[in-house]
């Protein structure tokens, strides 16, 4: 993986964690799968459940998702069921989720899927197209 904000992912016997710029490791290799740091946060798995690490290690959002993936300006995609929604870099629940897929924020717009049809919404979860 490539590094993201100073840091890389690296598996080792399966298990993933980070390394700095030295090759130092700084996270000990201990999830089952490991993202790059976005906004100073990274996804991580661990028994099937994702949730977020600040850049020591620390677990910031309980490893509760059943998919996570990083943030885009100040918000982040997760899966609980088969249903996506969005959560802030506090863990708190901005968006519900009501979603076949969503996609990153970009210029304070998502794609997402609502039934079948694709749409657009902003970051307050308003249907804009």
Do not use: H
């Amino acid at each position: 993986m490539p590094f993201s904000e100073g840091l890389a992912a690296v598996e080792s016997n399966k298990k993933w964690g980070y390394i700095d710029q030295t090759g130092r490791v700084v996270i000990r290799t201990q999830f089952d799968w490991a993202s790059p740091f976005y906004q100073g946060l990274a996804a991580v798995e661990s028994n099937k459940k994702w949730g977020y690490i600040n850049q020591t290690g620390e677990i910031v959002i309980q490893l509760q998702f059943d998919f996570a993936r990083g943030f885009a300006e100040g918000l982040a995609v997760v899966k609980i069921g088969v249903q996506c929604g969005y959560i802030a870099q506090t863990g708190q629940v901005i968006i519900q989720p009501q979603f076949y897929f969503a996609s990153d924020f970009s210029e304070g717009m998502a794609l997402v899927i609502l039934s079948k049809d694709c749409r657009y919404i902003d970051k307050a979860g308003k249907l804009i197209y």
